[in-house]
């Protein structure tokens, strides 16, 4: 399933051993160097200067070494139990789901989070990691489906903490600011918690290397060995749960330095499961160590750069990528079939009554809505109070789903891949990241963040197929680096959400993929955008036929592969960006209408594109209706209410034994 590295020489450990302490001890003495004093003209200066040694730096230098271990260990226990190189707290929805017990539990109940704030983590941890197993059991773990059902269960994770966070305010946006990983200290207190923790869980785990190195046998040969294959993977996960829970809990979430750790640690020299139990801890501790010294080094006065556990996000992206040679699939999504099923007669008809029960569904929209005596139809004046209100968001709804529709629809044509779209592949991540950007260099015009979003789009989709291509858009390989791009954009996003300040709640509002402040110009920019990007597709028909079939037969055909891969790019991200802008990055539209109008018999591509039109503004449209019944008075945003029916679809879809085109 997974293919190991090969060694890389006996020279490789004592210089790894050297070189990260000496890095780590030449951060940390310019960090005490270059720190930030009381003056001294003030006569208590040199105690204020002490207590800010003592009581701040040097406990927080412990803490992230002990934090940095914990992790480490916690990411070799998965990915020794997993048999998967890309396991980790943060691959795996570990992390998010603790974040979002800790912020339910903060939320409603602030009492409880102060009597054991760990367990609550550990709940929400486990919780998620069991849902990951079992979405992923039937494909035998395979490697990419836990992957992305890691994926689709930190995105449900972070959206509900998001709806939370915007739900509780100020208070509940202090929590997210916690969660993105501040290693800031006041006191000892934190070492004193977490140190007896990593001691408990590294002895716990000196008891299990024989049983780890059973499990890396095939499943078959650890039964035959006597092995009690379910309830020693359950001991393992829980303990490797427990670890990056109490480091979540203590001090926010710290991404893929257990990711990072075993694979630093394998790169030098580290191959057996005792010496990555010992290795993989000190690289996760040095690795923590260094990047918390530069992010204080380069941050001004007595100030962070950034949260830790956001700069080691960064990290996460680019390793995943440089980790995909490392990961074989069983074949979690296979290559695109040009079987019929289901092939319709007369599809002009069945477009016509698509287009019908469009119509339905944007008049019960507008109309049709609970209050507090029950439900009622709006007519009449009733229902001219109401449009300036529904109105623009309807449309809006509708427009970004049929954009959404299309740039999913061009990916899996450019790409060949049925599971393909802007969310899976990142590109609605980097979307987010040019958002980010744009709001970090000050608060720029509307016009200004969609230029922004549409260049970090472009620029997520062509890494993904620069990516790809080189594994032949290997489906596999491309989710993966969709996930690794998506990864690195939402890190940065984070970054700039850790600041707290308005431009982290302009982020948070595009996460969740709210449509109540939509008005006329969110409107006329969803219609006029739809109607100018969609009008050249149905001349490009011929490039939307022959691409899926390969870059060789397409050059066969005469078509210029580089050039028309481009072109639908950029229309492709453009639409991703402006739709993202409209309803934000998570509601898998653009995954899920591409397939019902293939599962619905359409298969010529101008047939399939219309339809696929059709059925994203639909969903999106019954989305944004039901995110304002569901709960009435109160909404759910409609980006994580479209988030939470896509998901389950993307996990039935893998689930399957073929995905056919």
């Known amino acids: 399933m997974v293919s190991r590295a090969k060694p890389v020489g006996s020279a490789g450990t004592p210089v790894f051993a050297i070189l990260l302490p000496l890095l780590c001890i030449t951060a940390f003495a310019l960090l005490i160097v270059t720190r930030p004093e009381v003056p001294q003209g003030d006569a208590d200066a040199a105690m204020l200067n002490g207590v800010l040694l003592w009581n701040s730096i040097m406990p927080r230098a412990m803490l992230v070494l002990i934090a940095g271990a914990a992790l480490g260990l916690s990411g070799t226990l998965l990915q020794r139990v997993l048999r998967n190189p890309i396991a980790d707290a943060s691959t795996l929805g570990i992390a998010s789901g603790a974040e979002l017990a800790m912020t339910a539990a903060m939320s409603f109940s602030p009492l409880l989070i102060g009597f054991s704030r760990e367990m609550a983590a550990f709940g929400g941890g486990l919780a998620a990691v069991a849902l990951v197993l079992a979405l992923s059991w039937r494909r035998g773990l395979d490697p990419v489906t836990v992957a992305l059902s890691g994926m689709i269960v930190s995105l449900i994770a972070s959206a509900l903490s998001v709806t939370l966070i915007l739900s509780r305010g100020e208070y509940a946006m202090s929590i997210h600011i916690w969660g993105a990983g501040s290693l800031s200290q006041q006191d000892w207190n934190g070492v004193l918690s977490l140190a ?45 749960v427990w670890l990056a829970a109490s480091v979540t809990a203590e001090v926010g979430v710290i991404g893929f330095v257990g990711l990072a750790a075993p694979a630093i640690a394998g790169f030098a020299g580290a191959r057996s499961t005792g010496k990555l139990m010992l290795t993989a801890p000190l690289t996760g501790a040095g690795l923590l160590f260094l990047t918390d010294c530069l992010t204080q080094i380069l941050g001004p006065g007595f100030t962070d750069l950034a949260p830790t556990g956001a700069a080691t996000a960064l990290l996460g992206g680019p390793l995943l990528l440089c980790l995909l040679p490392s990961v074989h699939s069983v074949s979690a999504v296979a290559a695109q079939s040009t079987a019929a099923l289901n092939r319709l007669d007369k599809p002009l008809l069945a477009l016509g009554a698509l287009f019908i029960a469009l119509a339905l569904i944007f008049a019960v929209v507008l109309t049709l809505g609970p209050a507090e005596d029950g439900w009622h139809i709006a007519t009449g004046s009733l229902l001219t109070d109401l449009l300036p209100f529904r109105l623009p968001r309807t449309i809006v709804a509708a427009g970004a789903g049929a954009m959404l529709a299309a740039a999913g629809f061009i990916m899996q044509r450019v790409t060949g891949n049925p599971i393909a779209s802007p969310e899976v592949l990142g590109v609605s991540s980097g979307a987010g990241a040019g958002l980010t950007v744009a709001l970090f260099l000050g608060f720029p015009s509307p016009i200004i963040m969609l230029l922004a979003m549409a260049l970090g789009a472009l620029a997520a989709f062509l890494a993904m197929i620069a990516i790809s291509a080189r594994a032949q858009f290997s489906p596999e390989r491309m989710l993966l680096a969709g996930v690794g791009i998506g990864a690195f954009a939402m890190a940065i996003v984070t970054m700039v959400l850790a600041e707290g300040d308005m431009r ?52 066969a055909a005469g078509l210029h592969v580089g050039a028309s891969r481009l072109a639908l790019a950029v229309l492709a991200a453009l639409m991703t960006a402006i739709a993202s802008f409209l309803v934000g990055p998570l509601s898998l539209t653009g995954l899920i209408a591409p397939h019902l109008a293939r599962l619905a018999g359409f298969r010529a591509p101008g047939h399939q594109l219309t339809a696929s039109l059709l059925f994203g503004a639909g969903v999106l449209m019954a989305a944004d209706w039901l995110s304002r019944v569901v709960i009435y008075p109160y909404q759910v945003p409609v980006g994580l209410f479209a988030a939470l029916i896509g998901g389950p679809y993307l996990i039935w879809l893998l689930s399957r034994k073929d995905v056919q085109q």
């Open 504 to 555: 982290g709640y302009i982020l948070l509002t595009w996460l969740s993929g709210s449509t109540n402040r939509a008005g006329a110009f969110e409107a006329w920019t969803a219609i006029v955008s739809l109607v100018v990007l969609t009008a050249p597709l149905p001349f490009l028909s011929r490039w939307l036929t022959i691409l899926p079939l390969g870059a060789g037969p397409s050059r």
């Open 196 to 240: 007896p923790r990593l001691a408990l869980g590294f002895a716990a785990a000196l008891l299990l290397v024989r049983p780890l190195r059973i499990l890396a046998l095939d499943d078959s040969g650890a039964r035959s060995l006597g092995l009690a294959l379910h309830s020693t993977r359950l001991a393992i996960v829980a303990l490797a």
